[in-house]
């Protein structure tokens, strides 16, 4: 699913990142693990296509990242990952539903209300739909950002600090969640965190 | 969803930014049309009235006035001329057509013209109702006249002198209206017409028994207001003006060159709010700048989200033109409506008061330009914020929130 051979990254003359070797097999649930500033965000990044490596090779989902551009690239990611953000940045001015359709739509998926009522049921927040996000509770907002990056059924789901700012059982629920989300899409996961908390949630661990 | 519905909902969820720049693009918007129907519809109302008349001849004093009076009806004559002068004009070789007219009087500030029939077959005028006047007394009314006093034939009615708002003192002799004339679109149709011959009789009355040495000084002293004339050839423009002009007692005007100036003295203030106009549209443009450009910095990670989810850069170049587009159609729709419904409103007021017709039902092609103008003044506006949101760095606006 994800391989990366010789990967590094700077920015300026500052090093970022620093990877020599990593694989993960479609399906498997990954902590990234290390303090603040080690480099996960930008591995995720780099990984999500968002910035392009200054050294490396990386294969996401059989495809040589590095080889796309534009607005290929910008396809691919629209087609193949689901990103998580800490600060969750759902679109204020649109309701819960308008912001999964608005993943859709950027995506060129059909706007298909039948399966984000599938998607926002799943994570319990099924009557929350015609909702802002200024109205949900965190946790509902969590879900409901997680619903976002699922709904189009992507082949990888990226979760940047999702446990940042929560109480203990917030964080187990949500990285609860997300495993089982990317589970019931088939996909695979990659959560970057510092939180102890979640430390030992799933076997494979990647420490930068 | 699609980039219309997208950006809709930005811009209703803020609400006071968005009424700004539209308020501001619909005033100037509104404030042009309003200036492209009333200048354009009195344009063409001037010409209709001035079709086929080279000249205007009449007593002197202001030519512009002379050519208002004469060929409008707008303003007081400036004074009566000869018949005698005017039936030696008639034999003029450089004229083809002369149609004297007596003005003077009015019925309910509608005025009395006294003519021959070739005035009214002038303005195509034909009759709807009735018939045309053959004794004096008797009077045809205009198409307007007719509807607003809600006179039908048969009906009678007196003149009053002077034909201002407030008119003077009625006349004795009543007017029998022996026809209506169906609408011209013309001066016409805001005219009482009568026979020559009635104007002098009103003004003759209460002159005791006549005989035969009165009546040769009666005839004598008889006159008319203006005569309209119609050149022969296009040769006569040269020479017949300045002939009219020579002898002491009359004057000629042209209306081609009176309205021109007339135009050219009105045209300072049309000027004036056209400049004004034009700066409302441009206080427009800058207020959608100002909006989308502040808003940049609040919506950076609602743009790099965008990204995230599968939106290339040019979308979201798109996005903002495309709630430029919102704006500015949004602004051009009402101020076209608001321009319309102001030029109804004039329209209702002036006619009121007489003077001319405007209405705002009516589409003029230079209303495109402005629409497209003020969409262009929009849309340009928001070349700079929208190639800020196309140039969004996702991964580092990411990292820092």
Request: aromatic share 6%.
């Amino acid at each position: 699913m994800i391989a990366v051979r010789g990967l590094a990254h700077r920015y300026g003359a500052a090093e970022a990142l620093r990877l020599p070797e990593w694989k993960v097999a479609q399906g498997e649930r990954w902590l990234v693990l290390g303090p603040s500033g080690c480099g996960k965000t930008t591995l995720l990044h780099i990984l999500a296509g968002l910035v392009r490596p200054s050294e490396g090779r990386v294969e996401v989902a059989g495809q040589d990242i590095s080889s796309l551009s534009g607005k290929n690239l910008d396809r691919w990611r629209a087609g193949t990952i689901g990103i998580v953000l800490q600060a969750l940045h759902l679109v204020k001015h649109l309701s819960v539903r308008d912001n999964l359709r608005l993943a859709q739509y950027l995506a060129k998926a059909p706007q298909d209300d039948a399966r984000i009522d599938d998607t926002l049921g799943a994570l319990g927040v099924g009557a929350k739909s015609a909702r802002r996000p200024s109205e949900l509770s965190q946790g509902e907002q969590q879900r409901v950002a997680i619903a976002r990056a699922v709904v189009n059924r992507p082949k990888l789901v990226l979760a940047d600090e999702p446990t940042a700012n929560l109480d203990d059982a917030a964080a187990a629920t949500v990285v609860d969640l997300l495993s089982e989300q990317a589970a019931r899409h088939g996909a695979t996961l990659v959560v970057a965190t510092h939180d102890a908390r979640v430390k030992g949630k799933f076997r494979e661990r990647l420490e930068l | 969803m699609n980039l219309a519905t997208l950006s809709a909902s930005y811009l209703r969820a803020r609400p006071l930014n968005t009424a700004l720049s539209v308020i501001l693009l619909a005033l100037g918007v509104a404030t042009i049309v309003l200036l492209l129907l009333v200048v354009g519809q009195a344009e063409e109302r001037m010409h209709r009235d001035a079709r086929g008349v080279d000249l205007v001849v009449g007593a002197k004093g202001s030519p512009m006035q002379l050519m208002l009076a004469g060929i409008y009806h707008l303003d007081a004559p400036t004074g009566n001329i000869p018949l005698s002068s005017a039936l030696l004009l008639a034999k003029n070789r450089f004229i083809k057509k002369a149609m004297p007219l007596a003005l003077g009087d009015s019925w309910r500030s509608y005025r009395i013209v006294g003519a021959g029939k070739e005035y009214a077959e002038h303005y195509g005028a034909e009759l709807r109702e009735g018939r045309f006047y053959q004794k004096p007394m008797e009077a045809v009314l205009g198409a307007e006249v007719a509807a607003r006093t809600n006179t039908r034939v048969g009906a009678t009615f007196k003149g009053a002198h002077g034909m201002g708002s407030e008119p003077g003192e009625e006349h004795e002799g009543a007017y029998t209206v022996v026809g209506v004339l169906a609408k011209t679109g013309s001066v016409i149709d805001r005219l009482v017409l009568t026979s020559i011959e009635s104007v002098w009789q009103v003004h003759e009355e209460h002159q005791g028994p006549q005989d035969d040495a009165d009546r040769k000084a009666l005839m004598e002293a008889r006159e008319v207001t203006v005569v309209l004339v119609q050149y022969a050839s296009p040769l006569a423009a040269a020479t017949l003006p300045r002939q009219i002009n020579s002898q002491s007692e009359l004057q000629a005007a042209s209306p081609a060159y009176e309205t021109a100036r007339l135009f050219s003295i009105v045209g300072v203030g049309i000027d004036a709010l056209r400049g004004f106009a034009a700066v409302l549209i441009l206080a427009a443009g800058l207020s959608v700048f100002i909006a989308l450009y502040s808003a940049l910095e609040e919506r950076r990670y609602e743009l790099a989200v965008m990204r995230t989810l599968g939106a290339s850069p040019g979308k979201l170049f798109g996005l903002l033109i495309g709630e430029a587009i919102v704006l500015s159609l949004l602004g051009v729709a009402l101020g076209l409506l608001l321009g319309h419904a102001l030029a109804s409103v004039l329209g209702a007021w002036l006619e009121r008061r007489q003077h001319y017709p405007v209405t705002g039902l009516e589409w003029r092609p230079e209303e495109l330009w402005v629409a497209g103008i003020a969409l262009g003044v929009g849309v340009v506006a928001a070349i700079v914020p929208a190639w800020r949101a196309y140039r969004t760095d996702v991964s580092r606006t990411l990292a820092r929130g």
